[in-house]
């Protein structure tokens, strides 16, 4: 069965390369340019794993997971995906519940191989 993955990432260009890679691998992705349209593409069709980049247009990406826990809506695994490897905001991300911190740009086998260790098991 294959893994369900929202890429949250206002970049159009990033989206479209993240879900190329993912489609090409039997992944089902679903996509949310800002933290409003994520929180309601979780709401309405929760994903396997989410790919979270803290930098989006109407705020920091982490903001996903706060309105997430405020309305008591389970988070799927989180990924956060960045361009910064300062150890705050590896610490920020894993303290709001990020199994995962990725520096952009993302080696595809290793984006995978992340995915595929966060996704929830189907046995």
């Not at 929180?39 to 705020?59: H, K, N, Q």
């Not at 905001?89 to 995962?100: F, L, S, T, Y």
């Not at 520096?103 to 595929?116: E, F, G, M, W, Y």
Request: glycine share 6%; hydrophobic share 50%; proline share 6%.
């Amino acid at each position: 069965m294959s893994v369900h993955v929202l890429i949250v990432e206002d970049s159009v260009l990033v989206t479209d390369a993240l879900r190329t890679l993912l489609e090409a691998t039997d992944h089902r992705v679903t996509t949310a340019s800002g933290v409003a349209a994520a929180v309601a593409s979780i709401e309405r069709d929760p994903p396997d794993v989410m790919l979270l980049d803290l930098g989006l247009g109407d705020g920091n990406g982490l903001l996903v997971l706060e309105r997430l826990a405020a309305a008591s809506v389970a988070c799927p695994a989180t990924i956060a995906v960045t361009g910064s490897d300062a150890p705050e905001i590896r610490e920020a991300c894993r303290a709001a519940g990020c199994v995962d911190v990725l520096l952009k740009p993302v080696p595809s086998a290793i984006l995978r191989a992340r995915i595929a260790a966060a996704a929830p098991s189907r046995g």
